[in-house]
């Protein structure tokens, strides 16, 4: 069970602050059953969900965690998007980010990235489908590591395309 203060990652809305615990007086809820009230932190709105709801939550990362795991980045394998067919690609794209796992989301990124270095230096761009998810994994990330890192979103994704900028890709 989370606590009142405490960030998590809360399934598609992403990165939220529990605000309240207990039960919710809105007509038509069940007021015997305890509810997180959440904030989203860069989104306006709340969320009510029981605590025993089965939609993806976890604790945010630490410092140390995303410290170690930013470290990581210039050593981790990124995911292959090289799927030609759009469906599969999407697919294969959407099974990596619902983990929500920073690490998984990391290789998305990474793997865009090469698709992208690829791309140019073909005198192409990349697909929707990619630019897509790319801002979809880079928003989760971002969110979540300006709140451990205590630094702004924009800074996050600076840092972490200096780490992977020193990547050498070959095909």
Do not use: H, W
């Amino acid at each position: 069970m989370y606590k009142i203060g405490e960030f998590i990652i809360y399934g598609n809305c992403g990165l939220c602050k529990v605000e309240d615990i207990g039960p919710i007086d809105i007509s038509g809820i069940n007021n015997e059953k305890d509810y997180y009230t959440l904030k989203p932190v860069y989104e306006d709105g709340k969320i009510f969900t029981p605590i025993d709801t089965d939609v993806f939550m976890r604790a945010i990362s630490t410092y140390e965690e995303a410290q170690q795991l930013i470290e990581r980045i210039p050593y981790m394998e990124e995911m292959d998007c090289s799927e030609k067919s759009i469906n599969i690609l999407q697919s294969k794209y959407k099974s990596f980010i619902k983990t929500y796992d920073c690490e998984d989301l990391l290789s998305v990124i990474l793997g865009i990235y090469k698709k992208e270095y690829n791309a140019i230096n073909k005198g192409k761009k990349l697909g929707q489908i990619d630019e897509k998810f790319m801002k979809l994994a880079q928003g989760l990330i971002n969110d979540e590591f300006s709140i451990v890192l205590g630094i702004s979103r924009e800074e996050v994704e600076k840092y972490i395309k200096e780490k992977v900028r020193d990547r050498q890709y070959n095909n």
